[in-house]
């Protein structure tokens, strides 16, 4: 566990293989709750290499100094991302 915000992220190693590569992290909130969202790539074993660029919003909360993951959402595409885009912006726009 964290427990300063700048150390969580969602890089992820197996047996010496990064196969959750973080490339990019934003703090859409701070507080008891904190909500961040990342960029990341996944390791393909079949291609040996990493896949796409993938995207997930996570929500912390803090309790006894230490960060502890509460949620998740994986946007699966960027397809997805411009999609969920689109609508926030026609909602913020009403």
């Known amino acids: 566990m964290a427990s300063d915000i700048s150390e969580i992220t ?3 190693e ?3 293989v990064l196969v959750v590569k973080e490339l990019e992290k934003e703090v ?13 790539q996944q ?8 896949g ?13 100094d ?5 949620s998740k959402f994986n946007i699966s595409s960027k397809e997805q991302a411009q999609k969920i885009i ?6 913020v726009k009403e």
């Open 10 to 12: 969602v890089n992820y």
């Open 14 to 16: 197996e047996e010496g």
């Open 28 to 40: 859409l909130s701070k507080g008891t709750w904190t909500t961040i969202m990342f960029k990341y």
């Open 43 to 50: 390791w393909d074993k079949n291609k040996n290499d990493y």
């Open 52 to 64: 796409p660029i993938l995207f997930t919003i996570r929500r912390y909360q803090k309790r006894n």
């Open 66 to 70: 230490e960060y502890w993951q509460r």
């Open 86 to 91: 689109d609508v926030l912006v026609k909602w």
